[in-house]
């Protein structure tokens, strides 16, 4: 599967921002599908996950309850709906999947296919 993240720009602190990773192939449905990210001189952090069929959801605890992450699998596309954005936030989004059917988990080392990035830069 090949990921393409983009919805990523300059936004003031409290404002929001939707991040979409778009995915080739028929077979999306059978992905989990998480967001990472990366700020400067940091290592790559989860965000969030997503599995298959859409019914099971984790957050980092640093987004949770701002940040929303929904599938369309009929659309082969993952959002990150990011909302009262921190200038914490400010970082280069990657969308990733693990191997078809395979759990993804929270760590990087754990997935297998990631989009180029977008980023996201948030102002105080």
């Known amino acids: 599967v090949q990921l393409q993240a983009s919805g990523g720009g300059l936004v003031q602190a409290g404002g929001s921002l939707r991040l979409s990773c778009a995915a080739s192939?028929?077979?999306?449905?059978?992905?989990?599908v998480a967001w990472f990210r990366q700020a400067p001189g940091k290592e790559r952090e989860f965000v969030a996950r997503i599995t298959q069929s859409g019914a099971l959801i984790a957050y980092a605890d640093s987004v949770k309850g701002r940040f929303t992450i929904s599938r369309d699998n009929a659309k082969n596309t993952v959002y990150l709906q990011m909302n009262s954005l921190e200038f914490e936030d400010t970082a280069v989004y990657y969308c990733?999947?693990?191997?078809?059917?395979?759990?993804?988990?929270?760590?990087?080392?754990?997935?297998?296919?990631w989009g180029q990035g977008t980023q996201v830069t948030v102002s105080s």
């Open positions: 990733a999947a693990p191997e078809q059917y395979r759990y993804g988990g929270t760590s990087p080392s754990l997935y297998n296919y």
């Open positions: 192939g028929r077979t999306f449905r059978n992905y989990d």
